[in-house]
Each structure stands twice: as C-alpha cells, then as structure tokens.
C-alpha cells in the first residue's frame, strides 16, 4: 500500500457535529459568525467556512449547506456546543432562527476513490457534483472535493439509511476503514482538522481561501484584513514524514527553530504529521529528530 493509499478504494464514517438551522433569519445570522460570504446562497448550494474568535484564530470549521429553506451544517463534535452557543447568542430577540442538534438523525460519510479513479459505476452519477453545491440522491445529500487527483465523496445520511447507502459502497468495491486509515490518507493530503485548525490562524493552515476580506464584520476579521494587507505569512503547515511516532506538541530543531506537531497517524509501517514551522526556503527539508532519526519536512503544494 502506498504513502497516499493510491491504490485503496474505502469509505469511512466522521465523528462530526450536525445541526440545522430552521427561520427565516439563520442565514443572516450565520454570515454574522462565519469567514465566508454566504451572502446569496441559493438551494443546494455549499459553503465551508471557519468560525474564529476575536484574534482570527480558528475555532471550527464548518461545511454549511442551504437546502429547502434550512441551513445543514456539518462541523467538529469537539467545538459543537461552542459553536451551537455562538449561534444561539447570535441570534436577536426578533430574529428567526432555530438550533436543532441532528447528530442522532444523520451521519456523515466519505469515500475516497483511488487515484485517478472511475466512478461510472457508483450508484450515484458524481458528474453531477461540483465543489460548490450538493445533489440529493433519496434522502442523501452528496458533494464532492478533491485531493491530488483523488476523489472524496461526502454523503450525509439519514441513521435509517446507513445500511443501505454502506451496501450501495461495498458492491462498488468500497472497504470500511477505521479512523487511522482517514487520518494517514488526511494528513498525507493536507486535509486540516479542527485539531490541526484550534488556535491558528487560516493563513498558516492554508485556509486563506475560506475567509473572504470584503464581507461585513465577523468575529476576527479586523485581523484578518490586517495580516492580508501585509502580504507576507511567517509560518504555514507542512507534513512530516519520518519512521518514528511524534506526539503532537513542540519539536525543537535547529534548521527552522520551532515545529508545532498538531496531529499524527502511524499506519503501515510509515509515520505522517501535520505540523506548523517557520517558513523555510525549497520544498522539503531534511533533518533529524530528537532521537537522531531522519525526517522530511514538505510543502504543500496548494500553498
């Protein structure tokens, strides 16, 4: 098996928060919190935003979905009850909107295709998907993303349906993965996680895109604004590989001082970390850990 998992067609169920927002007023209030304009947003449009306190440093990230007159919002289950609060006081005594916590009613899903895979014969057409909207297949809502030329399809399904749609997944050849393959093929990719996200700022996670300068006033954004008027990012997420297990926390190392370990997975013989350094020169970057073995710090190349 490959670093990337190239050859390895599964699907895996997150531990994620969903809620839904029902009133009239839950998209204005939502535009109010979040770093991405959902000004406009129309049915079965997607959006993926952060939520960030008052520094602009990352408190969830959220994929928010505009379906028939309500809000569908996946996030992290550990930020669930402070980000529901901050919707709730959000929320004006005139204000339509509802909180309902759906994380007993739906589960979110995601196949990860192989490199450069066909999905012709997945039960559902994906030619039909883009990044920036969703399509509903039943009573599943399905979106696509896209990660090195492999495919990650998200479903989000009714808990009475996920027999169902997981019986669809293995007739396509489709294996169930535990949390440790996820993470690897993640962390292989760049995918950030709240626990990668928690106390940053989006231009070191390589989250720029989700904050959008021009919108009204959110929570961070007059950091936001400043540290893109300057143009320049001291530090950025990086991968590190190496045959060791590192413990998320902070390495010492001579070539770029300190390196923040957010998050690792060993799998397979082979050890892969997302961590935050100071920006270095090239694109990866050889050096030895603590215990003198080798390891390799990489760029992004979507950075």
Avoid at 212 to 237: F, M, N, T, W
């Amino acid at each position: 098996m490959s670093d990337s998992f190239d050859d390895v067609r599964f699907h895996h169920i997150h531990d994620s928060a969903i809620t839904v927002l029902k009133g009239q007023d839950s998209l204005g209030i939502l535009d109010r919190l979040v770093t991405t304009n959902l000004e406009g947003m129309k049915n079965f449009d997607l959006r993926r935003a952060l939520f960030c306190d008052a520094n602009g440093r990352v408190e969830d990230i959220s994929t928010i979905i505009s379906i028939e007159g309500q809000i569908l919002m996946a996030s992290s289950s550990d930020s669930s009850v402070q980000t529901r609060g901050k919707i709730i006081e959000g929320t004006s005594w005139n204000e339509d909107c509802s909180v309902i916590i759906g994380d007993e009613a739906i589960v979110h899903l995601s196949l990860i295709g192989r490199k450069n895979d066909d999905f012709s014969e997945l039960f559902y057409d994906i030619e039909l998907l883009t990044e920036s909207s969703v399509s509903e297949y039943d009573n599943v809502i399905i979106s696509i993303r896209e990660y090195s030329g492999r495919k990650v399809i998200d479903f989000l399904i009714p808990t009475n349906e996920i027999e169902n749609i997981t019986s669809k997944l293995r007739e396509f050849g489709s294996v169930e993965k535990t949390s440790d393959c996820w993470e690897f093929f993640r962390i292989s990719n760049g995918i950030v996680s709240i626990i990668d996200a928690r106390g940053n700022l989006p231009s070191e996670l390589g989250l720029s895109s989700l904050v959008s300068i021009s919108k009204g006033c959110y929570p961070g954004q007059e950091i936001h604004a400043r540290l893109d008027s300057r143009g320049r990012k001291v530090k950025s997420i990086v991968k590190i590989y190496c045959d060791d297990i590192l413990e998320p926390g902070v390495l010492k190392i001579p070539e770029v001082g300190n390196i923040q370990v957010t998050s690792n997975q060993y799998y397979n013989g082979k050890s892969a970390s997302l961590a935050i350094c100071r920006i270095f020169e090239g694109d990866k970057l050889e050096f030895a850990l603590p215990g003198g073995s080798s390891a390799i710090l990489k760029k992004f190349p979507f950075l």
